[in-house]
């Protein structure tokens, strides 16, 4: 599989395995160790994780992989964020759910994401989301500090608006690597409202989380649905692929943003699937079709 360049001298792969929802595969230990191998084998090497996934379980449970098999660790890279801080029994001081990017907290908080990891360093940190009560100049200093210790190798955010992605970066000495942004056949608003524009300006590929949009693609009835459904089913055909959720996939990879899908299943065919997407080439006028079915009228 080819690399993404992230930052100057870090890659990820083009395709990230997400485990927001990696409570719900139900697998042991072992099972995912298994699932994690299978992913190195097929080139995806990049896993991405945040503090509260699965109610501030889901590091634990990949770490969990790590102390079977430490040595993985030197041949994948790990993707984590922090800043939004749950209602949650694990934290009964929480009474209600808000943002929390202050020096302090950050640096906390990749100090208990390395525990939870049972690893030494994060490849990337994101800013889990936009904090109206940011201070930069914190968020800044806690970035410094934790690149300075070797805790994290670089840092980007999630779900920023362009103003609030150069906001940030102009308080930097080095700059972000990402963007991790909803990003869909269903979800294009990122194409027309700058965030795609600033990631080409900047060399920055973007991340998509929900790139197959939740599954909407699938069983919704709203008409954005069942028009892009339509569509992609007679591309699938035209492309002689085995399924519908590879043309989405294709549409995104093939976009000169080099756009990074994060795919959250434990199903290893359903992976396998989606590297298979790598090597799915749209024409020009099919890239069109989808869009023109998503936004529901022709380009003017």
């Known amino acids: ?9 870090l890659s990820f792969s083009k395709i990230v395995h997400g485990h927001w929802r990696l409570n719900d595969w139900n697998l042991t230990t072992k ?30 449970r990949f770490g969990e992989v790590l102390k079977l098999e430490p040595s993985l660790r030197s041949n994948i890279e790990i993707v984590t964020k922090c800043g939004i801080k749950l209602l949650s029994n694990k934290h009964p001081d929480h009474y209600i ?18 525990n939870n990891l049972a690893t030494d360093y ?10 109206p009560y940011m201070d930069p100049s914190e968020v800044a200093e806690a970035f410094i500090q934790l690149k300075a210790d ?4 670089a840092f980007g955010v999630s779900n920023f608006t362009p103003s609030q992605v150069a906001m940030l970066d102009s308080y930097l000495p080095f700059s972000l690597v990402t963007n991790q942004i909803e990003l869909s056949v269903l979800h294009t608003t990122p194409f027309l409202d700058g965030s795609i524009d600033q990631c080409l300006e900047r060399r920055m590929s973007p ?15 709203d008409d954005q649905s069942v028009r892009v459904r339509e569509t992609i089913t007679k591309l699938k055909d035209e492309l002689n692929v085995v399924s519908i959720d590879q043309v989405m996939l294709a549409w995104l990879l093939q976009h000169p ?4 899908p994060i795919i959250g299943t434990g199903n290893l065919e359903r992976i396998e699937r989606s590297i298979e997407a ?7 006028q099919q890239w069109f079709d989808v869009w023109e079915s998503s936004l529901g009228h022709e380009v003017p």
């Open 150 to 153: 070797g805790k994290v190798r």
């Open 122 to 131: 994060i490849d990337v940190l994101l800013i889990h989301r936009p904090d």
């Open 207 to 221: 991340m998509a989380w929900s790139p197959l949009a939740g599954g909407r693609v699938f069983t919704g009835e």
């Open 97 to 114: 759910k808000h943002y929390d990017t202050s020096k302090d907290y950050i640096i906390k908080s990749v100090n208990q994401s390395l």
């Open 257 to 260: 943003a080099n756009i990074v």
């Open 278 to 284: 790598l090597d799915i080439k749209l024409t020009r």
């Open 1 to 9: 599989m080819d690399r993404i360049k992230m930052g100057e001298d």
């Open 31 to 60: 099972e995912l160790l298994h699932l994690t191998h299978a992913c190195l084998e097929k080139g995806l090497t990049t896993f991405d994780h945040a503090d509260i996934y699965g109610d501030y379980t889901c590091e634990e």
